[in-house]
């Protein structure tokens, strides 16, 4: 008997067990001998068309991997080599847009001077325009004081003049209004002197100096260990390969009892059954010696019954 799923078992490398059945008595080595036989050549065949399509799949697939291996590594190798170009275009690059930043900064900062010096002297014009006016105002105010001072000695000569033509009377004369005391001479030079508007320069240059700029990318992250891809076609070659099972068989025996006899179940009913005959046959043998002699079966003859009775 073949119990079930024994495909199944076979295919998954599990041992498959056939069920002889056998009468323990009357047992058949022939037959228990041949069917190990056909277990093994079973197992053998099977075994040897796994290992057949498990090894040229692997093989292939072991190629396939060897392949993918080499181009990870030359891939591995290209991506080192962009970090390094890409490293060097960082540098590059944050040196040339430092040196940009800072050349443009310049451009600014002359612009600005440039700028603030038009702006300076258009207001320098202006303002020195507004203060010609003022000036030649000033100018005439400082006339008019020094000609104010000619005549103030012009009128103390004329009331000299007067008190001296009124003779005794001149001190019933009332005084005269007192002039205000005229600015002096140094003051009166400070108003006539010219106006010059000097506007403060900047020099941006020597007021401020530019901040040390330095600009700085992200620096490209670690790579992991790129030498260190295993390779793929070692380990496809260190893989167990699953085989099927052995296919065997057991005896069972078909009174439903153990198939296994032993000397004493064997011997004892034997040698039983061998004294009971011939038992059966000492007591037959002996049955028809008295008989014989006690003349039994003449006895019955001349009784008159019939041979049948």
Known sequence: MIPADATGAFEAGRD????????????????????????????ARAHDLARKKMTEPASHLRDQLVGASDQMKAAAARLDRLRRQFERARVTAQSEMTAQIREAFERIRAEITLHIDRSLAQTKTTVERDLATRREALIAVNRYVGQLQASQHGFETWLAELKSAA?????????????????????????????????????????????NIAIRFPRVPELPDLHSIPDLGDTVSQRTLTLPGIVGWRERSITGGDASVNTFDQYVPGFGITFLLVDMLWGVCVGLIDERDWATLARLRVSGAPASE
Not at 32 to 40: N, S, V
Not at 173 to 183: D, K, M
């Open 16 to 43: 498959v067990h056939l069920a002889l059945y056998i009468d323990p008595v009357k047992r058949l080595e022939a037959g228990a001998i041949e069917l190990d036989r056909l277990c093994r050549e079973v197992t």
């Open 167 to 211: 003779g005794s009377h001149a001190s019933q004369n009332p005084p005269p209004p007192q002039w205000p005391a005229p600015p002096s001479e140094i003051h009166v030079d400070e108003l006539s002197k010219p106006l010059d508007f000097a506007a403060p320069r900047i020099d941006l240059a020597s007021t401020t100096g530019l901040p």
